[in-house]
């Protein structure tokens, strides 16, 4: 069945530092992929997306990297500051709208 | 912001009670869908609206009913409550396929 997995259920990094989140996806049918934050109370926060026809994708601050040979999704957040620290979700959806969201990784700064 | 606003925020009911929840999309998306999320869990797709029509369906069971009105406003009900429906309760709106807006959500205790 479809799926998407996260790789590690949690990430420490120091302030300044740059992080690195990574995400599995299983169904090759998807062609949209969307990283998104959640912090603590409050409903998923759209970060960045990018579709199948691409393979990076930049923001500000935010890079999201997709390899589809190996059905790979990678979020990149630059200078992590500690307004980052929140949990992150990869969800992958096609033509009909339906997210397929993975378990989270819970993302933490360090000062 | 982002223009999707739920109510109530938080509520608890009783095992067996029924329960509507609610949400109001930002104008001009067609589309609604429900998510529900467990503690430390990403989102589930619970169904999907697209022009007050059902548009897709995840592994809920039929107690778990929906409706959209022209008004961009949509509801969620579920009947026979169980201890295992508590949950984060999220509406998402989208204009089309791409980036779904998400409310703060509606936790939902069921004791």
């Known amino acids: 069945g479809e799926s998407v997995g996260l790789h590690l259920p949690t990430l420490s990094v120091q302030e300044g530092d740059n992080s690195i989140i990574n995400c599995a996806y299983s169904n090759s049918a998807s062609d949209y992929f969307i990283w998104y934050k959640q912090e603590s109370g409050k409903g998923p926060q759209f970060i960045i997306d990018?579709?199948?026809?691409?393979d990076k994708r930049q923001g500000q601050r935010v890079t999201v990297l997709l390899n589809k040979t190996v059905k790979h999704l990678s979020l990149q957040i630059a200078a992590t500051q500690p307004g980052d620290s929140a949990v992150y979700f990869c969800?992958?959806?096609?033509?009909?709208?339906?997210?397929?969201f993975g378990k989270g990784i819970t993302l933490s700064v360090r000062p | 912001e982002t223009g999707v606003t739920q109510s109530p925020t938080h509520l608890i009911k009783t095992r067996g009670q029924q329960v509507t929840l609610r949400c109001s999309s930002q104008s001009g998306h067609n589309t609604v869908s429900w998510y529900q999320q467990a503690l430390g869990q990403g989102p589930q797709f619970i169904f999907q609206?697209?022009?007050?029509?059902?548009?897709g369906r995840g592994n809920f069971p039929p107690r778990f009913s929906g409706l959209q009105f022209p008004n961009y406003s949509s509801e969620l009900n579920v009947n026979a409550l169980e201890l295992d429906d508590s949950a984060l309760y999220l509406c998402a709106s989208s204009p089309s396929q791409g980036e779904a807006f998400f409310g703060q959500g509606t936790r939902l205790t069921v004791v």
């Open positions: 969800a992958e959806t096609g033509a009909n709208s339906k997210l397929t």
């Open positions: 990018i579709r199948s026809n691409m």
């Open positions: 609206y697209y022009r007050e029509e059902e548009n």
